[in-house]
């Protein structure tokens, strides 16, 4: 079946360093893509979103890349702070589809 | 304040005991869903709600129901619950924009357990 997948379960990184996360989606025609944090004892959170028509999108500290030609999208947390441990993942949302297919998750470790 | 509300939060019963869990939104979004959290297997949809009265499975639906009476309101029913539905429940909505469903926005989670 289709499915979305992490590359790495856990990511560990400096105070300060950017952080890289990545994700494999098995939909070529998938047209919608979100990463989630998930902090301990909470309920995953909205970081970022991209559509298929875009490449790239920034936010606050963080960017998403998609690159369709290998279905691999990455965020990128940068000057990673204590308080961005936590697990994220991503999902899709294939085209004519009410539904979303998540990632399993990569946990980000902060170190001091 | 814009949210996802859940109740209970957390809960223990025995097998076979009904329960029902309440997911409540306040965003006034159409798209409403149903997920369970297991460690290594990720967020997987129980149920999923399109609008008021419609209604349609998941990927993991067995063992239970949903029902949409009102926009804001979405409960799970278990009406016989096993052990293996011991799990991390969330609730999420969502709403419609220019034809594509928008990211959803979760509740606190009711981490569920079945003896």
């Known amino acids: 079946g289709e499915s979305v997948g992490l590359h790495l379960p856990t990511l560990s990184v400096q105070e300060g360093d950017n952080s890289i996360i990545n994700c494999a989606y098995s939909n070529s025609a998938s047209d919608y893509f979100i990463w989630y944090k998930q902090e301990s004892g909470k309920g995953p959170q909205f970081i970022i979103d991209i559509r298929s028509n875009m490449d790239k999108r920034q936010g606050q500290r963080v960017t998403v890349l998609l690159n369709k030609t290998v279905k691999h999208l990455s965020l990128q947390i940068a000057a990673t702070q204590p308080g961005d441990s936590a697990v994220y993942f991503c999902?899709?949302?294939?085209?004519?589809?009410?539904?979303?297919?998540f990632g399993t998750g990569t946990r980000l470790k902060v170190l001091a | 304040e814009a949210q996802v509300t859940q109740n209970p939060r957390y809960l223990i019963t025995v097998t076979g005991k009904k329960l029902t869990v309440t997911c409540s939104q306040n965003m006034n979004h159409e798209y409403m869903s149903w997920y369970r959290q297991d460690p290594g297997l990720g967020l997987r949809q129980i149920y999923y709600?399109?609008?008021?009265?419609?209604?349609d499975k998941g990927d993991v639906p067995e063992g239970y129901k949903v029902s949409r009476k009102e926009k804001r309101n979405f409960p799970l029913i278990l009406e016989s619950p096993s052990p293996n539905q011991t799990s991390l429940y969330f609730c999420?909505?969502?709403?419609?924009?220019?034809?594509?469903?928008?990211?959803?926005?979760f509740g606190p989670g009711t981490r569920l357990l079945v003896l």
């Open positions: 999902a899709e949302n294939p085209p004519g589809t009410y539904k979303y297919i």
């Open positions: 709600s399109m609008n008021v009265e419609v209604t």
């Open positions: 999420a909505s969502s709403f419609w924009r220019a034809g594509s469903l928008e990211t959803q926005y």
